[in-house]
Each structure stands twice: as structure tokens, then as C-alpha cells.
């Protein structure tokens, strides 16, 4: 894939931030790099609700009061993906965490 090498940074940044919040203590974050210019991170904490999978993208939503941070983190993310031509989809992993799967468009390696 093309792309701006700090704006890929910073989608992973904050997808493997939010994971490390996420996770319970002790666990383990997983990020898988696709050669079908996917990224994979998946965490083992309370998931995403189907009803606030399209709102966690809102700038500045977060769940309730006692969510640290800004509520910014997934929308840059989404930005930044979008201008990439890429999209963005989140799921529930088999034990109630979540898995926040990103894809880009390949290149012709001509």
C-alpha cells in the first residue's frame, strides 16, 4: 500500500492504546500485520456493543464519564484511514473482547 507513514503510525497508535485500556490486567494485546495491507488489534476486555459500534467514531464520545481520554482517538483513526482509501470494522473476538480490523487498498507492485 501507499500511504503517509505518521498517519499509519498514528492509526495504530491509538487502536493499540485503546486496546491497552481495554485489556484486563495480565492479558495480552494482539496486532496482526496482513500482507493484504490489513491490521488486525484485538484485545480481551468488555468489547463493543453492537449499539455504540457506529458511535464510537464520534469525536469526543465516550462511554460514560469514567472512560479516560478524550473520546478523539477513534475518529482520527477513522479519518485517517478514510483518506487512505482504507476502512475501518470492529467485532466481538470469541470471549467478549474486541478485534478492530483495518484495511487498505493494495498497490500495483509494478
Known sequence: MKGS???IEAV??????????AEPVGGVV???????????VVDHGAGVEES???????????????TPGTGLGLAI????VG???????VSTTR???AKFEVTFPMTDRR
Open 95 to 97: 470471549g467478549g473482547g
Open 77 to 80: 483513526v477513522q479519518e485517517l
Open 30 to 40: 494482539s496486532v496482526v500485520v496482513g500482507a493484504d495491507a490489513s491490521i488486525a
Open 5 to 7: 507513514r505518521r498517519a
Open 52 to 66: 455504540d459500534r457506529e458511535l464510537i467514531f464520534e469525536p469526543f464520545w465516550r462511554k460514560n464519564d469514567l
Open 12 to 21: 495504530i497508535a491509538n487502536l493499540v492504546d485503546n486496546a491497552l485500556r
Open 83 to 89: 483518506l487512505h482509501g482504507g476502512a475501518i470494522s
